[in-house]
């Protein structure tokens, strides 16, 4: 019905118009193509050379460029505040003709090499600043030291050492080196919580005695070759050095940051190199001989007489041959509905589309979910808040065509919201008492009150959405010819539940009886498959007690009214407590707005993920189970794809 | 203890088991959920509701807590007029709640954790991932019916 008819389509060229056929179908995005090595068997195509894999390293190198330059400028773009911003992620426009003229536009490998020439620098220099830090930390401990580095080579007879000592060992350390070895001297320098730095000097007859003593008491000896100043005075170089550093590396900054204006350019360039990398990859499905290439691919019947145009002003010779899906064929599945359903194929998308021969469930989960997202939501105001917010970002965000269309399925989940608020006086959850009597003659009831109303309305209208997934069944059964099937299965289970219902609430006596002969219905019928009598009542028995999982279904539906009194009750709690502190003199009204904008906006969004997981739950758990079968794969035409642009048809064509 | 106390005490219990599961749920997944945005900081949008699933438990805690101060008048101090009885069945009315609530907040904790990881692999399957701890949620809204029932039984009683 609503799954789009498809036909395969074979197209045999000569490999000098490869790249022109290509490019075409690629612009035109009207063939899903599929890998013809999964379905022509190599000995049907003995001369092909099947395994073509075409060479993308080229197009690879290009690319990890492009991110290399994206990445090197993103850390200095400014950036967007707001939760907003890091749920959706915004795209640069661009049209068609631009995105073409993208690579003669930028000087790519120009600024490719300027980011890695600055990026290299800007380690060297990050190293550098690394090590004078470190440096800096080992010269701390010697700053009172005022002797020059470089004298730390020793004369002819004296030997100077420094070094950390543990606190504890310092004074018999300092009393055993001045008592053994009397041409020697020891002063503690500085010293911190654990060590004592110390300054040694020592005659070199006595080099081995001190070495013992050194070890004795753990003595770990500092150096610091390379330098000759005096620690006071490396102190202070290094700092010069720092001013240096970060002197450049603010230089570099600058000029990444002028970059910044590049990003969207560059963006651009990596889908355009993305999407010609696409093209080459895409051969790999084909079949190849010596001077011929083949393509198979799924099209809409639609498209047909559009590719053919295209392909007939190519070049004569391409052969195009087009063909119904077999039995074995899976054709990929394209979701036709009119424009005001569409915002619910989101929901069976998400799901898994359905089998190529299977109904398409949109339409039928269309209003249930429409209705049940204004039950969870249950508020006129907060419908419109809804409403409002979903448009207003759909026209101001740049964001995907998926993204859109799911602003889209929220903005109608606020408009019926709105609808099931004016039913149960929900105005912002004011309290119904102090309504106008206008908007009380429209209420049907109030859920604050007639509690037991909600459930019951809540499950009833389970029993019409589970009824209506088994009706559906029954109709595909018809519509296959499977009629035997609609009656004895569905047909009877229909009765079974509506009578039985019927029977439950009104107590008729032809209730009672419809009950009854569906019941029979079910024992005698929903064995059928089994030549044995006996069996086959056992099989129908035991699908009678398989008939108790309705009543689960059933009550599941009850989560909306639990949903819908949420929603209701936090926001009463938020008014009460906005008018406990209007009590408050002066600032109390202050207060009030805070507590009401923010309290109701967070009802808002709490709500809002219960009011789309719920009915989204109900729609797969309790529905899609009675009749629907996924397993179709989604259609995908070769085409261009762009992951941070949205390509606008150009003005200049 | 008076009617009076024993309403509060059931209005405490359905908060804080409601809020405690909520609370160790929405931990679990949470922690989860960093581990994976320290890697791959674009996939907030679909782990974000992952995050906040385990979360309503907490909101049905407290509704059942509003619901016993808005029905016996607790606010307006209209709890002294409570008898034992009634206060004892009131506290009652509210432990279908307080367990299960705050029981299915830590499971779907955990649930969603998993389904955290499908977001993590193949993140174009994030509207399934968000099915799953779903499922466990149907235990928590039953839960909250009957103490709702319950309570009105209560209240149409009194």
Not at chain 1, 25 to 38: A, M, S
Not at chain 1, 88 to 99: H, M
Not at chain 1, 644 to 653: A, R, V
């Amino acid at each position: 019905m609503a799954v789009a008819r498809m036909k395969k389509i074979y197209l045999i060229a000569h490999s000098s118009l490869k790249s022109h056929i290509v490019s075409s179908l690629h612009q035109q995005g009207l063939l899903h193509i599929e890998n013809i090595e999964d379905t022509i068997l190599k000995n049907n195509l003995k001369e092909s050379t099947v395994n073509n894999v075409p060479d993308l390293n080229e197009f690879d190198l290009i690319l990890s460029k492009i991110n290399f330059v994206i990445d090197f400028i993103s850390p200095y773009k400014e950036k967007k505040k707001g939760l907003l911003s890091g749920l959706l992620k915004e795209k640069v426009k661009l049209s068609s003709y631009e995105f073409e003229k993208i690579e003669e536009k930028l000087n790519f490998e120009h600024v490719y090499r300027e980011c890695e020439t600055l990026d290299v620098e800007l380690n060297k220099l990050n190293n550098k600043l690394n090590n004078l830090t470190n440096l800096e930390e080992n010269l701390k401990p010697w700053v009172n030291l005022k002797i020059r580095l470089a004298d730390f080579k020793g004369t002819k007879y004296v030997d100077l050492l420094i070094g950390k000592i543990a606190n504890n060992f310092f004074d018999k350390f300092k009393e055993e080196t001045e008592k053994d070895i009397p041409e020697s001297f020891v002063d503690a320098v500085s010293s911190d919580s654990q060590n004592t730095n110390v300054l040694l000097v020592y005659h070199k007859n006595n080099t081995s005695k001190i070495n013992s003593i050194l070890s004795k008491y753990n003595f770990i000896s500092t150096a610091f070759p390379n330098l000759s100043r005096t620690p006071n005075e490396e102190i202070f170089h290094i700092h010069s050095q720092y001013k240096i550093i970060n002197e450049r590396k603010s230089e570099i900054e600058e000029r990444a940051t002028k970059m910044v204006s590049l990003m969207p350019d560059f963006l651009a360039l990596y889908d355009f190199f993305e999407n010609k990398r696409r093209k080459k990859e895409i051969e790999e499905k084909f079949a190849h001989t010596k001077s011929s290439f083949m393509v198979e691919g799924w099209i809409e019947e639609a498209g047909i007489s559009k590719l053919e145009n295209i392909m007939v002003n190519i070049s004569s010779e391409i052969e195009i041959d087009v063909f119904d899906p077999t039995e074995e064929d899976k054709p990929p599945i394209v979701l036709k509905n009119p424009k005001i359903i569409q915002p619910f194929e989101v929901i069976t998308r998400l799901f898994g589309m359905p089998d190529y021969n299977e109904l398409d469930p949109t339409p039928f989960l269309a209003p249930f979910f429409f209705l049940f997202f204004g039950i969870a939501m249950g508020d006129f105001g907060y419908g419109l808040v809804l409403l409002i917010a979903c448009l207003w970002m759909k026209k101001k965000l740049e964001v995907s065509k998926n993204t859109k269309s799911f602003f889209d399925l929220i903005a109608y989940g606020g408009f019926a919201s709105m609808i099931v608020g004016v039913f149960t006086g929900g105005y912002f959850a004011i309290d119904v008492k102090v309504l106008p009597e206008f908007l009380k003659s429209l209420m049907l009831f109030d859920p604050m009150k007639d509690i037991m109303i909600f459930l019951i309305l809540s499950c009833a209208l389970g029993v019409i959405h589970v009824c209506f997934g088994v009706a559906i069944e029954g109709y595909d059964n018809i519509r296959r010819g499977n009629i035997s099937d609609a009656v004895f299965d569905q047909g009877v289970v229909l009765l079974f539940l509506l009578s039985l219902v019927a029977f439950g609430a009104t107590g008729n006596s032809i209730a009672k009886w419809l009950a009854i002969a569906g019941t029979s219905g079910i024992i005698f019928f929903h064995g059928r498959e089994s030549k044995n009598i006996l069996s086959r009542i056992g099989g129908g028995l035991y699908s009678l007690y398989g008939m108790s999982s309705f009543i689960g279904d059933f009550l599941s539906y009850a989560r909306l009214m639990a949903l819908g009194l949420a929603s209701v009750l936090i926001g009463w709690v938020i008014n009460v407590l906005g008018l406990m502190v209007l009590d408050i003199p002066v600032i109390g009204i202050f207060f009030m707005a805070v507590i009401i904008i923010f309290g109701h906006g967070l009802n808002i969004v709490i709500n809002l993920l219960g009011a789309f997981i719920h009915p989204l739950r109900l729609q797969y758990v309790e529905f899609f189970s009675k009749f629907y079968d996924d397993g179709g794969k989604k259609y995908k035409p070769f085409a261009v794809e762009t992951k941070h642009l949205i390509i606008t048809s150009s003005e200049m064509d | 203890m008076t009617g009076f106390q024993w309403a509060l005490l059931g209005a405490t219990v359905a908060t804080v088991g409601g809020g405690a599961g909520s609370a160790m749920g929405i931990t679990y997944i949470a922690n989860v959920s960093a581990g994976i945005l320290s890697e791959d900081p674009e996939k907030f949008g679909g782990l974000l509701p992952l995050c906040a699933i385990p979360g309503t438990q907490g909101i049905y805690g407290f509704i059942t807590a509003v619901l016993v101060l808005v029905f016996f008048g607790l606010i307006g101090g209209g709890g002294n007029n409570l008898t034992t009885a009634q206060g004892v069945q009131i506290f009652i009315a509210c432990l279908p709640v307080a367990f299960s609530c705050c029981i299915s907040a830590i499971y779907q904790g955990l649930t969603s954790a998993g389904a955290a990881g499908m977001v993590a692999k193949r993140v174009e399957e994030a509207g399934k991932a968000l099915i799953l701890p779903a499922l466990v949620e149907t235990y928590a809204a039953l839960s909250l019916i009957v103490s709702i029932l319950l309570l009105l039984s209560i209240k149409a009683a009194s």
